[in-house]
């Protein structure tokens, strides 16, 4: 895995929760590069977690709260993307409260993937299937 090129700290207050399989690292890379870049990482979805980075069979009940609670999800690609698209937050007289809100509102307007998580039902449908299975014509 290589680690995308993204300024340190651009996942600071944001805190992630991570289900499923992942085609180009593992759970436990995912969970390291988010907090490589200041990420927190937590094992279950409250009102508090910015957001559900799902992969390939999610587990349901995560799924199932991420709906409930509105979390945004992300794919593995939108996780990537987020942290290379990042920008460093000026740090000057803002308190860790002001970049963490700042920076949300950041990655909100940057994030094409940030509606609320599907039904458990649709949970495979939303997942890209992995790159060794291909639809026939």
Do not use: H, W
């Given at each position: ?47 508090r977690t910015s957001f559900l ?63 609320p998580a599907p ?19």
């Open positions: 895995m290589a680690t995308p090129d993204g300024a340190p700290g651009c996942l600071e207050g944001l805190k992630f929760v991570v289900t499923g399989e992942f085609s180009s690292m593992s759970r436990e890379q995912i969970t390291d590069l988010v907090r490589t870049f200041g990420g927190q990482v937590t094992g279950s979805v409250s009102g980075v799902v992969g390939d069979d999610p587990g349901s009940t995560k799924v199932k709260k991420a709906k409930s609670c509105k979390t945004r999800c992300l794919y593995e690609d939108g996780l990537l993307a987020l942290i290379s698209r990042s920008k460093p937050v000026p740090q000057a007289d803002d308190t860790a409260d002001d970049n963490a809100a700042s920076l949300e509102r950041k990655v909100r307007d940057q994030m094409t993937v940030s509606e039904d458990a039902d649709e949970a495979t449908s939303m997942v890209a299937p992995p790159a060794s299975v291909k639809e026939e014509a």
